[in-house]
């Protein structure tokens, strides 16, 4: 069973900074980050393949997100700049143990952490 522990979540002013942080109990996974807020379903936000090579973005988070990995460290970042209030949400790390890495479904995930909560205020 594959474990998933987040980190790096908190409060930040609109504008501001925030890095994510994932680290995995197991190697050679395609690796994503969602968020979810109150109400509604989960979202797909960005994935990174393994070994690194090749990203993707939701296009609310295009120019502001990037999502890198350490793979010696079997770790998993999110680095968001220029948050705005509707980046509020729970951001959760999830991982699938296949090589294709494109899937924006949450149900192609079957490992996730157990969320960090991000605060922008305006």
């Known amino acids: 069973q594959v474990q998933l522990e987040e980190s790096g979540g908190g409060a930040v002013q609109a504008g501001g900074s925030l890095r994510l942080s994932c680290v995995a109990s197991?190697?050679?996974?395609?690796m994503a980050w969602f968020l979810q807020t109150p109400g509604k379903e989960r979202e797909w936000v960005a994935s990174?393949?393994?070994?690194?090579?090749?990203?993707t973005y939701a296009d609310f988070v295009k120019g502001r997100f990037t999502i890198t990995r350490d793979s010696a460290k079997d770790s998993l970042y999110l680095q968001m700049n220029s948050l705005k209030p509707e980046d509020t949400a729970i951001y959760y790390c999830a991982a699938r143990p296949y090589v294709e890495c494109s899937s924006q479904r949450r149900d192609a995930y079957p490992y996730w952490g157990q969320g960090t909560q991000v605060t922008v205020s305006s």
């Open positions: 990174i393949n393994e070994p690194g090579t090749r990203t």
């Open positions: 197991y190697s050679r996974l395609c």
